[in-house]
């Protein structure tokens, strides 16, 4: 699951790096995405295999903050345990470019996943948490988040988005800690 903003609006903001990052994946599997039906709604979802592993990807198409409904969606038609549940998001509290693995955990504030938490009862998921770094100054978190990446960063932004495809790869291949071990290395 990428979590990020709907529309053409949101398309460059630092909160839709899930996003992006769920589109590069779709791309490497060669997996389109469309509108999901019934229990699918609410989401742009496609069906592969990513790693050597049978995947349902999915975007939601609400807003950041109302993410957790469609996810509960998705897991129930699929039938899937949310131990499998891997969620890729912006993360203000890690630099930006590097790229963290993790399962469970507080929301940090975290209105995607703080949704995710409540919709499926359990903060044990797993985690790709793509640093976009703190803001500068005082400027308010939630302001920043829907800002679009600076001209700086998106010199960066495709290897990011990259890199973070790659750790979800590693973490699908290999499970959390011998992917963390490959990964926070790098970043």
Request: proline share 6%; hydrophobic share 35%.
């Amino acid at each position: 699951m990428g979590l990020g903003n709907p529309g053409p609006g949101y398309a460059g903001n630092r909160h839709n790096v899930g996003a992006m990052v769920l589109d590069e994946i779709a791309a490497r599997a060669g997996v389109k995405l469309s509108p999901g039906k019934g229990a699918r709604a609410r989401s742009l979802v496609g069906e592969g295999r990513l790693a050597g592993r049978r995947v349902v990807l999915a975007r939601p198409t609400t807003y950041m903050n109302e993410s957790g409904s469609p996810v509960r969606g998705l897991l129930d038609y699929h039938k899937l345990p949310v131990a499998d549940l891997v969620v890729v998001h912006d993360e203000l509290d890690i630099p930006f470019a590097a790229v963290r693995l993790k399962r469970g955990g507080g929301e940090g504030g975290h209105n995607g996943l703080r949704s995710i938490s409540r919709s499926t009862g359990t903060r044990d998921y797993l985690r790709v948490r793509v640093g976009i770094g703190r803001p500068p100054g005082r400027q308010d978190p939630a302001d920043f988040v829907l800002k679009d990446f600076s001209a700086t960063e998106r010199k960066e932004l495709d290897l990011l988005v990259a890199e973070a495809a790659d750790a979800v790869e590693e973490l699908l291949t290999r499970g959390l800690e011998a992917a963390q071990n490959v990964v926070h290395p790098r970043t």
